[in-house]
């Protein structure tokens, strides 16, 4: 069956006035724009089948809420179920808290809904757009190693994928339509001390790429413990393009040697419920707070741009999450969605958890499919997965992860059994 395609973007920017997300240590609200956050689509089907629909957004997360409503909007648009509309974000710490409100009890915020009214309808008026521009296209697999533009962000030796996978989408007659490129590390170039709304890298990134495609999106990997505090030299906008054109560098070096990709395109759904974590009470939470503040300030006459004091100064703030986290208590189990998207031996599996490089990869090596490419952020936000390591040096994920410490080894067997049920068409279990 020949595959079609439908992609689009859109600039989803809100104005300034409104609290940002992602750091504890911010103070104050956006006060302008740097580069535009935006959204793309991009819908891949047959004409017998409606496929699936990649909606990638310059966004700290996407809770269950927003993750509904802008399925909802997408499939309304295009006739596309909702269950094949997959919300996705970059995770730059430079957009809005509004759009979810609080996505974990250690980080207050407030949901805005007006922003999420404005989100959602551009999101719609960009599907309403691509609808009727279905085209065939013929489609090639890029993967390889990408120049450093993350890493393990709490020791320079620690695991990473440092690969980039990157899909093309061609028309019939040659031109480019589309591209799609994953890679993993947070997009946190721009510190607390940044009050301009900004993609970060994964924006600087499609700037470069903008002239080899109309439309290029971008899906965030395993980057629970991968940034660039160990790669980069500044937290400034000059730093951020350069990371940027960095990755943007490796990707188009990769361009002429993919391989072409050919059918079946499908999706495979499941969601996992998964205990969440016993809390310490507040008299363990004061102590661990009380030796963990000893630590970081230990290190305060050192730059606070050292990637140690960094580490010191996060493993701090965890315990402080951790502290708000054991008084708010946390109920019932995790709802965990996982999907897998596949294009003959190219398959996407996206989780909502920020999964530490480590599982990723074990992921990756016991999946069937030639090339496997793990995505993180994806229908919701799950907090943290953590891996053994950071439960040992008490990493400040470990402390702020919402499902229990023997998670990581339960997701990766279930991904890896739900990648199996993919590929040999098998009937998949909804819960575990």
């Given at each position: 069956?020949?595959?079609?395609?439908?992609?689009?973007?859109?600039v989803?920017?809100?104005?300034?006035?409104?609290?940002?997300?992602?750091?504890?240590?911010?103070?104050?609200?956006?006060?302008?724009?740097?580069d535009?956050?935006?959204?793309?689509?991009?819908w891949?089907?047959?004409?017998?089948?409606?496929?699936?629909?990649?909606?990638?957004?310059?966004?700290?997360?996407?809770?269950?809420?927003?993750?509904?409503?802008?399925?909802?909007?997408?499939a309304?648009?295009?006739?596309?179920?909702?269950?094949?509309?997959?919300?996705?974000?970059?995770?730059?710490?430079?957009?809005?808290?509004g759009?979810?409100?609080?996505?974990?009890?250690?980080?207050?915020?407030?949901?805005?809904?007006?922003?999420?009214?404005?989100?959602?309808e551009?999101?719609?008026?960009?599907?309403?757009?691509?609808?009727?521009?279905?085209?065939?296209?013929?489609?090639?697999?890029?993967?390889?190693?990408?120049?450093?533009?993350?890493?393990?962000?709490?020791?320079?030796?620690?695991?990473?994928?440092d690969?980039?996978?990157?899909?093309?989408?061609?028309?019939?007659?040659?031109?480019?339509?589309?591209?799609?490129?994953?890679?993993?590390?947070?997009?946190?170039v721009?510190g607390?001390?940044?009050?301009?709304?900004?993609?970060?890298?994964?924006?600087?990134?499609?700037?470069?790429?903008?002239?080899?495609?109309?439309?290029?999106?971008?899906?965030?990997?395993?980057?629970?413990d991968?940034?660039?505090?160990?790669?980069?030299?500044?937290?400034?906008?000059?730093?951020?393009?350069?990371?940027?054109g960095?990755?943007?560098?490796?990707?188009?070096?990769?361009?002429?040697?993919?391989?072409?990709?050919?059918?079946?395109?499908?999706?495979?759904?499941?969601v996992l419920?998964?205990?969440?974590?016993?809390?310490?009470?507040?008299?363990?939470?004061?102590?661990?707070?009380?030796?963990?503040?000893?630590?970081?300030?230990?290190?305060?006459?050192?730059?606070?741009?050292?990637?140690?004091?960094?580490?010191?100064?996060?493993?701090?703030?965890?315990?402080?999450?951790?502290?708000?986290?054991?008084?708010?208590?946390?109920?019932?189990?995790?709802?965990?969605?996982?999907?897998?998207?596949?294009?003959?031996?190219?398959?996407?599996?996206?989780?909502?958890?920020?999964?530490?490089?480590?599982?990723?990869?074990?992921i990756?090596?016991a999946?069937?499919?030639?090339?496997?490419?793990?995505?993180?952020?994806?229908?919701?936000?799950?907090?943290?997965?953590?891996?053994?390591?950071?439960?040992?040096?008490?990493?400040?994920?470990?402390?702020?992860?919402?499902?229990?410490?023997?998670?990581a080894?339960?997701?990766?067997?279930?991904?890896?059994?739900?990648?199996?049920?993919?590929?040999?068409?098998?009937?998949?279990?909804?819960?575990?």
């Amino acid at each position: 069956m020949t595959l079609l395609l439908a992609a689009g973007r859109t600039v989803i920017t809100p104005g300034s006035g409104h609290p940002m997300g992602g750091y504890l240590a911010r103070e104050g609200v956006a006060c302008g724009v740097h580069d535009d956050l935006e959204a793309t689509l991009v819908w891949l089907s047959t004409e017998d089948d409606p496929g699936v629909v990649w909606v990638t957004l310059d966004a700290l997360a996407t809770d269950v809420s927003l993750t509904r409503a802008l399925a909802a909007v997408v499939a309304q648009e295009t006739g596309v179920p909702t269950g094949r509309v997959l919300v996705c974000a970059s995770h730059t710490h430079s957009a809005p808290d509004g759009w979810t409100g609080s996505i974990h009890p250690g980080m207050p915020a407030q949901r805005e809904p007006e922003l999420v009214s404005r989100l959602t309808e551009r999101i719609g008026a960009a599907a309403r757009q691509i609808c009727p521009q279905r085209t065939p296209v013929l489609a090639r697999w890029h993967e390889g190693a990408a120049a450093r533009v993350g890493a393990n962000r709490h020791r320079q030796d620690g695991p990473h994928d440092d690969s980039v996978g990157v899909l093309t989408l061609h028309h019939l007659d040659g031109t480019p339509a589309a591209l799609l490129f994953d890679y993993a590390s947070h997009p946190t170039v721009l510190g607390a001390d940044n009050l301009a709304w900004s993609a970060d890298w994964p924006g600087a990134t499609r700037r470069e790429l903008a002239g080899l495609a109309p439309v290029v999106a971008f899906l965030q990997g395993a980057a629970g413990d991968a940034s660039s505090r160990f790669v980069r030299r500044a937290q400034g906008h000059a730093e951020v393009s350069a990371l940027g054109g960095r990755l943007a560098e490796s990707i188009t070096r990769l361009l002429p040697s993919g391989q072409p990709v050919g059918e079946p395109l499908r999706l495979t759904r499941t969601v996992l419920r998964m205990p969440h974590r016993a809390l310490p009470s507040q008299a363990e939470c004061r102590r661990l707070r009380e030796g963990a503040e000893r630590g970081w300030r230990k290190l305060l006459p050192c730059d606070e741009s050292d990637p140690a004091v960094r580490v010191a100064r996060t493993r701090y703030e965890g315990t402080l999450m951790l502290s708000t986290l054991a008084a708010a208590g946390l109920d019932g189990d995790a709802e965990v969605p996982v999907t897998v998207v596949s294009l003959g031996e190219v398959a996407w599996l996206h989780t909502p958890f920020e999964l530490f490089s480590s599982i990723g990869l074990r992921i990756k090596a016991a999946s069937p499919f030639a090339h496997t490419r793990v995505i993180g952020y994806t229908d919701g936000y799950a907090g943290y997965l953590p891996d053994q390591d950071a439960y040992r040096e008490g990493l400040y994920e470990s402390y702020i992860a919402l499902v229990e410490q023997g998670a990581a080894d339960v997701l990766v067997e279930r991904c890896t059994e739900l990648l199996r049920a993919h590929r040999d068409r098998r009937a998949v279990v909804n819960t575990v």
